[in-house]
Protein backbone atom coordinates (compact mmCIF):
# COMPACT_ATOMS: atom_id res chain seq x y z
CA UNK A 1 0.00 0.00 0.00
CA UNK A 2 1.13 3.62 -0.59
CA UNK A 3 2.78 5.02 2.29
CA UNK A 4 1.30 8.72 3.70
CA UNK A 5 2.52 10.52 7.08
CA UNK A 6 1.39 14.26 7.14
CA UNK A 7 4.30 15.46 9.73
CA UNK A 8 2.97 16.69 13.08
CA UNK A 9 3.69 20.17 14.40
CA UNK A 10 6.54 20.84 11.88
CA UNK A 11 6.54 24.98 11.91
CA UNK A 12 6.71 24.18 16.14
CA UNK A 13 9.99 21.53 15.15
CA UNK A 14 11.74 23.67 13.60
CA UNK A 15 11.25 27.04 15.47
CA UNK A 16 12.26 25.38 18.98
CA UNK A 17 14.81 23.29 17.55
CA UNK A 18 16.42 25.72 15.34
CA UNK A 19 18.32 23.51 12.79
CA UNK A 20 22.08 25.83 11.68
CA UNK A 21 23.70 24.67 8.81
CA UNK A 22 26.58 22.17 8.95
CA UNK A 23 24.34 20.56 12.12
CA UNK A 24 23.83 16.65 11.98
CA UNK A 25 20.65 15.03 12.97
CA UNK A 26 19.31 12.01 14.28
CA UNK A 27 15.61 11.31 13.39
CA UNK A 28 14.79 8.00 15.22
CA UNK A 29 11.41 7.81 14.30
CA UNK A 30 12.14 8.64 10.71
CA UNK A 31 8.32 7.91 9.02
CA UNK A 32 8.14 9.62 6.09
CA UNK A 33 10.70 11.83 6.51
CA UNK A 34 8.90 15.21 6.86
CA UNK A 35 10.67 16.47 9.08
CA UNK A 36 13.78 15.34 8.83
CA UNK A 37 13.47 17.40 4.75
CA UNK A 38 12.62 20.11 6.54
CA UNK A 39 15.87 19.97 9.23
CA UNK A 40 17.52 19.02 6.38
CA UNK A 41 16.88 22.14 3.98
CA UNK A 42 18.40 24.48 7.00
CA UNK A 43 21.25 22.34 7.60
CA UNK A 44 22.61 22.76 4.30
CA UNK A 45 25.33 22.74 2.93
CA UNK A 46 26.85 19.71 4.94
CA UNK A 47 24.71 18.96 7.46
CA UNK A 48 23.90 14.82 7.53
CA UNK A 49 20.86 12.51 8.36
CA UNK A 50 20.86 9.55 10.35
CA UNK A 51 17.63 8.22 9.93
CA UNK A 52 15.76 5.43 12.00
CA UNK A 53 12.48 3.10 11.34
CA UNK A 54 11.36 -0.37 12.00
CA UNK A 55 9.22 0.15 8.70
CA UNK A 56 10.82 -0.80 5.54
CA UNK A 57 8.08 0.99 3.52
CA UNK A 58 8.87 3.89 5.76
CA UNK A 59 12.31 4.19 5.19
CA UNK A 60 11.52 3.49 0.89
CA UNK A 61 9.69 6.86 1.45
CA UNK A 62 11.69 8.42 3.20
CA UNK A 63 14.91 7.95 0.73
CA UNK A 64 12.42 8.82 -2.29
CA UNK A 65 11.48 11.87 -0.43
CA UNK A 66 14.88 13.10 0.62
CA UNK A 67 16.47 12.34 -2.48
CA UNK A 68 17.64 15.67 -2.89
CA UNK A 69 20.24 14.75 -0.04
CA UNK A 70 21.25 11.34 -0.97
CA UNK A 71 24.82 12.47 -0.03
CA UNK A 72 24.01 13.16 3.17
CA UNK A 73 21.97 10.84 4.79
CA UNK A 74 22.49 7.48 6.12
CA UNK A 75 18.92 5.26 6.70
CA UNK A 76 18.80 2.15 8.81
CA UNK A 77 15.94 -0.49 10.22
CA UNK A 78 15.45 -0.92 13.51
CA UNK A 79 14.27 0.75 17.07
CA UNK A 80 15.74 4.02 17.54
CA UNK A 81 17.07 2.62 21.33
CA UNK A 82 19.85 1.18 19.11
CA UNK A 83 21.26 4.76 17.63
CA UNK A 84 24.58 3.86 19.10
CA UNK A 85 25.31 1.22 17.39
CA UNK A 86 24.06 3.19 13.81
CA UNK A 87 26.04 6.09 14.33
CA UNK A 88 29.52 3.80 15.15
CA UNK A 89 28.38 1.98 11.83
CA UNK A 90 28.24 4.31 9.82
CA UNK A 91 31.03 7.07 11.74
CA UNK A 92 28.24 9.62 12.32
CA UNK A 93 29.01 12.03 14.56
CA UNK A 94 28.62 14.38 15.84
CA UNK A 95 25.52 14.62 16.85
CA UNK A 96 23.40 18.13 17.30
CA UNK A 97 19.52 17.38 16.94
CA UNK A 98 18.24 14.36 18.35
CA UNK A 99 14.50 13.91 17.14
CA UNK A 100 11.79 11.52 18.02
CA UNK A 101 8.08 11.29 16.74
CA UNK A 102 6.62 9.18 19.03
CA UNK A 103 3.20 8.81 16.87
CA UNK A 104 2.02 6.08 14.84
CA UNK A 105 1.45 7.00 11.18
CA UNK A 106 -1.52 6.96 9.03
CA UNK A 107 0.07 4.30 7.32
CA UNK A 108 0.54 2.00 10.29
CA UNK A 109 -2.92 2.28 11.61
CA UNK A 110 -4.15 1.36 8.14
CA UNK A 111 -1.66 -1.37 7.34
CA UNK A 112 -4.30 -4.59 7.65
CA UNK A 113 -0.88 -6.99 8.60
CA UNK A 114 -0.30 -5.58 12.13
CA UNK A 115 -3.57 -5.16 13.90
CA UNK A 116 -3.04 -1.87 15.88
CA UNK A 117 -6.44 -0.22 15.02
CA UNK A 118 -9.50 -1.79 16.20
CA UNK A 119 -11.72 -0.73 12.96
CA UNK A 120 -11.77 -3.67 10.63
CA UNK A 121 -10.34 -7.84 10.98
CA UNK A 122 -6.68 -7.58 10.95
CA UNK A 123 -4.47 -10.13 13.09
CA UNK A 124 -3.56 -9.29 16.56
CA UNK A 125 0.08 -9.05 15.78
CA UNK A 126 0.73 -5.15 16.82
CA UNK A 127 4.82 -5.57 15.96
CA UNK A 128 5.64 -2.31 14.35
CA UNK A 129 7.87 -3.14 11.28
CA UNK A 130 8.18 -6.68 12.41
CA UNK A 131 5.32 -8.43 11.07
CA UNK A 132 7.69 -9.89 8.02
CA UNK A 133 11.08 -10.06 9.75
CA UNK A 134 13.40 -8.16 12.28
CA UNK A 135 11.06 -8.98 14.90
CA UNK A 136 14.23 -8.90 17.70
CA UNK A 137 12.42 -11.27 19.65
CA UNK A 138 9.19 -9.01 20.19
CA UNK A 139 6.18 -11.43 21.05
CA UNK A 140 2.75 -10.82 19.59
CA UNK A 141 -0.42 -9.52 20.90
CA UNK A 142 -1.92 -12.67 19.80
CA UNK A 143 0.54 -14.25 21.98
CA UNK A 144 -0.20 -11.82 25.32
CA UNK A 145 -3.84 -12.46 24.89
CA UNK A 146 -3.68 -15.92 24.73
CA UNK A 147 -0.56 -17.44 26.99
CA UNK A 148 -0.08 -14.70 29.32
CA UNK A 149 -1.76 -15.23 33.13
CA UNK A 150 -4.68 -12.99 33.59
CA UNK A 151 -3.13 -10.98 36.16
CA UNK A 152 -0.28 -10.57 33.87
CA UNK A 153 -2.54 -8.96 31.14
CA UNK A 154 -4.34 -6.61 33.18
CA UNK A 155 -1.34 -5.38 34.38
CA UNK A 156 -0.46 -4.32 30.98
CA UNK A 157 -3.92 -3.07 30.52
CA UNK A 158 -3.37 -1.07 33.67
CA UNK A 159 0.22 0.32 33.33
CA UNK A 160 0.00 0.77 29.49
CA UNK A 161 -3.31 1.75 28.53
CA UNK A 162 -4.74 3.34 31.90
CA UNK A 163 -8.15 1.17 31.42
CA UNK A 164 -10.58 1.90 34.04
CA UNK A 165 -12.30 -1.53 33.44
CA UNK A 166 -8.75 -3.84 33.26
CA UNK A 167 -10.38 -6.46 35.27
CA UNK A 168 -13.74 -6.54 33.61
CA UNK A 169 -11.72 -6.98 30.27
CA UNK A 170 -9.74 -8.96 31.08
CA UNK A 171 -11.72 -11.38 33.01
CA UNK A 172 -13.59 -11.57 29.50
CA UNK A 173 -10.07 -12.47 27.63
CA UNK A 174 -9.75 -15.30 30.08
CA UNK A 175 -13.13 -16.46 29.51
CA UNK A 176 -13.20 -16.83 26.01
CA UNK A 177 -10.11 -17.94 25.05
CA UNK A 178 -11.05 -21.08 27.02
CA UNK A 179 -13.37 -21.52 23.90
CA UNK A 180 -10.98 -20.93 20.69
CA UNK A 181 -7.98 -18.90 20.54
CA UNK A 182 -8.38 -14.89 19.89
CA UNK A 183 -6.96 -14.37 16.79
CA UNK A 184 -7.87 -10.69 15.40
CA UNK A 185 -8.55 -7.58 15.99
CA UNK A 186 -12.75 -8.18 15.59
CA UNK A 187 -12.79 -10.66 18.23
CA UNK A 188 -10.72 -8.72 20.80
CA UNK A 189 -13.18 -5.88 20.02
CA UNK A 190 -16.32 -8.00 20.32
CA UNK A 191 -14.86 -9.14 23.93
CA UNK A 192 -14.28 -5.49 25.33
CA UNK A 193 -17.83 -4.48 24.15
CA UNK A 194 -18.81 -7.43 26.13
CA UNK A 195 -16.91 -6.88 29.50
CA UNK A 196 -17.08 -3.24 29.95
CA UNK A 197 -20.44 -1.24 31.16
CA UNK A 198 -22.98 0.24 28.29
CA UNK A 199 -22.18 4.10 29.45
CA UNK A 200 -18.76 3.73 28.74
CA UNK A 201 -19.38 2.52 24.78
CA UNK A 202 -21.05 6.77 24.51
CA UNK A 203 -17.50 7.81 25.20
CA UNK A 204 -16.04 10.22 22.86
CA UNK A 205 -13.02 8.02 22.98
CA UNK A 206 -14.07 4.53 21.47
CA UNK A 207 -14.08 1.72 24.45
CA UNK A 208 -11.59 0.01 22.56
CA UNK A 209 -8.63 2.71 22.29
CA UNK A 210 -7.06 1.51 25.79
CA UNK A 211 -6.76 -1.56 25.10
CA UNK A 212 -5.47 -1.55 21.98
CA UNK A 213 -2.95 0.99 22.87
CA UNK A 214 -2.22 -0.85 25.90
CA UNK A 215 -1.07 -4.20 23.90
CA UNK A 216 0.92 -2.30 21.24
CA UNK A 217 3.08 -0.64 24.05
CA UNK A 218 3.58 -3.89 25.57
CA UNK A 219 4.50 -5.97 22.11
CA UNK A 220 7.01 -2.92 21.62
CA UNK A 221 8.11 -1.96 24.70
CA UNK A 222 7.54 1.60 24.21
CA UNK A 223 7.81 2.84 27.49
CA UNK A 224 11.10 1.07 28.66
CA UNK A 225 12.93 2.18 24.93
CA UNK A 226 12.00 5.41 25.52
CA UNK A 227 13.00 5.73 29.25
CA UNK A 228 16.38 4.06 28.40
CA UNK A 229 17.50 6.06 25.88
CA UNK A 230 16.90 9.43 26.78
CA UNK A 231 19.92 9.25 28.92
CA UNK A 232 22.03 7.72 26.43
CA UNK A 233 20.98 10.55 23.82
CA UNK A 234 21.68 13.33 26.47
CA UNK A 235 25.32 11.46 26.87
CA UNK A 236 26.39 10.97 22.72
CA UNK A 237 24.88 14.75 22.35
CA UNK A 238 27.52 17.75 21.43
CA UNK A 239 27.00 20.32 23.64
CA UNK A 240 24.41 23.05 22.05
CA UNK A 241 22.58 19.82 20.85
CA UNK A 242 18.97 20.09 20.97
CA UNK A 243 16.44 16.88 21.68
CA UNK A 244 13.24 17.05 20.11
CA UNK A 245 10.11 14.77 21.61
CA UNK A 246 6.92 14.77 20.14
CA UNK A 247 4.74 12.03 22.31
CA UNK A 248 0.95 11.63 21.79
CA UNK A 249 -0.33 9.92 25.22
CA UNK A 250 0.26 10.74 29.23
CA UNK A 251 2.70 7.69 29.34
CA UNK A 252 5.36 8.80 27.30
CA UNK A 253 4.75 12.81 27.61
CA UNK A 254 5.46 12.45 31.33
CA UNK A 255 8.53 10.52 30.71
CA UNK A 256 10.07 13.25 29.00
CA UNK A 257 8.71 15.75 30.97
CA UNK A 258 10.22 14.14 33.90
CA UNK A 259 13.79 13.13 32.66
CA UNK A 260 13.79 16.90 31.36
CA UNK A 261 12.83 18.58 34.29
CA UNK A 262 15.49 16.15 36.50
CA UNK A 263 18.13 16.96 34.08
CA UNK A 264 17.62 20.65 33.83
CA UNK A 265 18.50 20.49 38.06
CA UNK A 266 21.51 20.98 39.53
CA UNK A 267 20.32 18.73 42.49
CA UNK A 268 17.54 16.16 42.71
CA UNK A 269 17.79 15.27 46.71
CA UNK A 270 14.56 15.08 48.10
CA UNK A 271 12.55 18.24 50.02
CA UNK A 272 13.83 16.85 53.08
CA UNK A 273 17.35 16.69 52.56
CA UNK A 274 18.45 20.17 53.71
CA UNK A 275 21.89 20.02 52.37
CA UNK A 276 22.24 18.58 48.85
CA UNK A 277 24.26 15.03 48.66
CA UNK A 278 23.05 13.82 45.29
CA UNK A 279 26.34 15.97 43.40
CA UNK A 280 23.75 15.98 40.46
CA UNK A 281 24.60 18.81 37.56
CA UNK A 282 22.16 19.92 35.58
CA UNK A 283 22.89 19.06 31.67
CA UNK A 284 20.26 20.77 30.06
CA UNK A 285 17.99 23.68 29.52
CA UNK A 286 14.36 23.31 28.43
CA UNK A 287 13.40 25.18 25.40
CA UNK A 288 9.86 24.48 25.61
CA UNK A 289 8.94 25.24 29.13
CA UNK A 290 5.08 23.74 28.75
CA UNK A 291 4.48 21.41 25.63
CA UNK A 292 3.52 22.87 23.04
CA UNK A 293 -0.28 21.50 21.35
CA UNK A 294 -1.07 21.01 17.60
CA UNK A 295 -3.25 24.27 16.67
CA UNK A 296 -7.31 24.74 16.14
CA UNK A 297 -6.14 24.74 12.50
CA UNK A 298 -3.73 21.70 12.63
CA UNK A 299 -6.23 19.56 13.95
CA UNK A 300 -8.90 20.18 11.27
CA UNK A 301 -6.44 19.45 8.73
CA UNK A 302 -4.67 16.43 10.57
CA UNK A 303 -7.13 15.08 13.67
CA UNK A 304 -4.55 12.76 14.36
CA UNK A 305 -2.44 15.11 15.57
CA UNK A 306 -4.91 16.32 18.24
CA UNK A 307 -3.07 14.61 21.23
CA UNK A 308 0.45 15.47 20.45
CA UNK A 309 2.79 17.21 22.53
CA UNK A 310 6.16 18.34 21.38
CA UNK A 311 9.13 19.12 24.25
CA UNK A 312 12.57 20.49 23.50
CA UNK A 313 15.87 20.54 25.37
CA UNK A 314 19.38 22.11 24.95
CA UNK A 315 22.38 20.47 25.87
CA UNK A 316 24.99 22.43 27.87
Same mark, same amino acid.
Given at each position: ?74 ? /? ?115 ? /? ?115 ? #?????? #?
Amino acid at each position: MPYYHIPVLLNEVIGNIDPKPGENLVDGTIGGGGHSKAILERTSPDGKLLGIDYDNEALVEAKRKLGDFSGRIFL /ERGNYADFELFAKKNNFEPINIFFLDLGISSHQLDDENLGISFLGNSPLDMRLGGYDHNSNGRTTAENILNNCKEDEIEEILKKYGEERYAKLITREIAARRKEHRIVNTSQLVAII /EKAVPARYKGQKIHFATRTFQALRIAVNKELENLSETLPAILEKMAPGGRIGVISFHSLEDRIVKQFFQKESKNCICGPDIPVCVCGHKKRIEIITKKAIKPSDEEIARNPRSRSAK #LRVAKK #L
